[in-house]
């Protein structure tokens, strides 16, 4: 959790970071023009500058704290609901979003899938260990983009009971078919893992 909290800290302070060398440029152009004279019009428009860099800095900060907060709320609940180890789910929650960022699979599809595959993990009783395969076999199908029988047979299918006729049934073929689907590199991650979770 601190590792999660501290890696979205780290990329807030980027963010803000970035536009310091442009203030301290204004805040100087400023300082330095009272005492050469800078004309009052070109004086204002500095500070103006600096002012909105400086409320741009600030928006930004304030946006990665909401991030921040939202993600432990949004974690701590399914923790709570599912009873499941909030330091495995925050752990896999940081790997599947950052799967899920080179996909088009939308905020709410995203979420369908994540908290399906908590759901299921506390129904079947698994284990931190299960249930951390059992993400990173979905991580790895969303960084491949592709649904193969490796992650679906062996990581998710040794871990999460019935996984691949749930997946057949959410592609609406046999098993046989879906074997064939996943040979011929048919099956999108994104299309289909969100039909898995309703599933």
Known sequence: KAGLDVRN???GVNKIQAPIPKLKADFMSCAGGIGTGLGVEQLISNVKDTAVNLDTAKNTLRNVSNVTKTLKTSVRDLSNEYGQDLVTLISNFAKFTAAAKGTSLGLEDQKLVYESLVRASATYHLS???TNDVMNAVVQMMSKGKIVAEELRRQLGNNLPG?????AAAVGVSTSELNKLMANGELLAEKYLPKFAME
Do not use: S
């Not at 996984?163 to 997946?167: S, T």
């Open 9 to 11: 800290f780290n990329k």
């Open 128 to 130: 931190a260990d299960k």
């Open 163 to 167: 996984a691949f006729n749930i997946m």
